[in-house]
């Protein structure tokens, strides 16, 4: 599996550093330390946030 770190985590999810270490502390995301460094599976990350956005209410358009 691909592993990526934390910026490339928080560009794809648009969520800031601390808030990526606080989704880990809560259980919502899984790491995988090597080191000192904190990765994740990309795959996993790509399906937490498909996940979230199926779980989001869908918008009602607009009216003009």
Do not use: M, N
């Amino acid at each position: 599996p691909r592993l990526i770190d934390v910026p490339t985590v928080c560009a794809i999810t648009s969520l800031s550093v601390s808030r990526i270490y606080a989704l880990i502390a809560e259980g919502e995301l899984r790491r995988v330390k090597i080191g000192r460094k904190a990765l994740f599976v990309e795959a996993e990350i790509r399906a937490w946030l498909e996940a979230k956005i199926e779980a989001s209410p869908a918008r009602e358009p607009q009216a003009a």
